[in-house]
Structure formats: C-alpha cells, structure tokens
C-alpha cells in the first residue's frame, strides 16, 4: 500500500508563507500524479492542487491560485506545496495524495491519502 507523509504544517499569521512537502514511504513518487487536498473544521474536504507525474503540468482550486504553488523533486522523492499570502480562511488539516484515478479535483480520484498536517492561520 502507498503511504504518502505530509509535513511542514504550523502556525504562521495571515501573510505569511509555509511550505508544505509529501515525501514518499516505501514507494517513489516519480511515477504518480499528486494531488493536495485541505479539511477545515466542520467541512467537506476540498480539492487544493495538482501535479502530474513529470511536473508537466499543474492545476489549482480558484480560491489559492496565484498564491499557491505545487512543485516537485522527483530526485528527493517529494512534493512541495509552497503556500504565500495566507489567510485565516487557510486554516485546514492539508493532506496528500496519490493513487490518481480520475478526477483532479475529487477526493474519490485518489486511491491512498497521508495522515494529514495541520495548517493554521491566524495573528
């Protein structure tokens, strides 16, 4: 089974800037499309952004683009998440996932998810 792990999350006030990575256990992450989804208390997971398995391209949720970006390192088996000019309205556990089965920007497009870092915004 593939078990992606996220870390970097934290708390940072509003403007400032994380970056989150997805690093690969037991598995490389060249192969495999990667998609970050966030859950805030009380409500649906929601789709963040997406990358495909050579960085060829990438594809965002309207309310982070422009301050967001999804990157890789194939060569560190990793995926980053370099979040700026953030809001409390941020504030979200942010998960990684891999496993692509269709649908960028749906949870059930994702076969094996990580546990989940902690992103909290707030002065």
């Known amino acids: 089974q593939l078990q992606p792990v996220e870390s970097g999350g934290g708390l940072v006030q509003p403007g400032g800037s994380l970056r989150l990575s997805c690093a690969a256990s037991g598995f490389t992450l060249d192969a495999y499309a990667i998609g970050w989804f966030r859950q805030a208390p009380g409500k649906e997971r929601e789709f963040v952004a997406f990358i495909r398995w050579n960085g060829g391209s990438t594809y965002y949720a309207d309310s982070v683009k422009g301050r967001f970006t999804i990157s890789r390192d194939n060569a560190q088996n990793t995926v980053y998440l370099q979040m700026n000019s953030l809001k409390p309205e941020d504030t979200a556990v942010y998960y990684c996932?891999?496993?692509?089965?269709?649908?960028?920007?749906?949870?059930?497009?994702?076969?094996?998810w990580g546990q989940g870092t902690q992103v909290t915004v707030s002065s």
């Open positions: 996932a891999v496993g692509f089965r269709g649908g960028v920007t749906t949870s059930s497009g994702y076969a094996y």
